[in-house]
């Protein structure tokens, strides 16, 4: 562990026992929620600074970059292609859908004819 680390840990280590001592003595001494939460996000803020300032950004090598763009070119003309296979596989579905609809509506017809034609004495 860096000297760097070890300070920030240190440092960190020490506003989370801060905290807990202040947020420890305002339940004891009934003080104000209000004194307490301002300690508590006060803590806190200090506690992201010092997060903030131990993250150090870092710059990806162009080998990185350039494999992440071709995987991320492949997985979508992956899911592109799979996107035509589910679209084929709906207009078939819809298909025969519309294929028993349209029977069942023949059907329907041709049996309300029959009855018709029944009730009129027209029957063949």
Do not use: C, N
């Amino acid at each position: 562990m860096t000297d760097r680390k070890r300070k920030t840990a240190a440092e960190l280590a020490h506003l989370e026992e801060q905290l807990e001592r202040e947020l420890g003595r305002a339940s004891t001494r009934g003080a104000s929620r209000r004194g307490a939460s301002r300690r508590a996000e006060h803590g806190v803020a200090g506690m992201a600074d010092l997060v903030r300032g131990a993250l150090i950004p870092v710059e990806p090598s162009q080998q990185f970059v350039r494999e992440l763009g071709r995987s991320l070119t492949a997985t979508a003309a992956r899911s592109r292609q799979s996107l035509v296979r589910r679209y084929r596989m709906a207009i078939v579905i819809g298909a025969a859908a519309f294929g028993s609809l349209a029977s069942v509506v023949g059907i329907a017809v041709l049996i309300i004819r029959q009855r018709s034609r029944m009730r009129t004495g027209l029957s063949r």
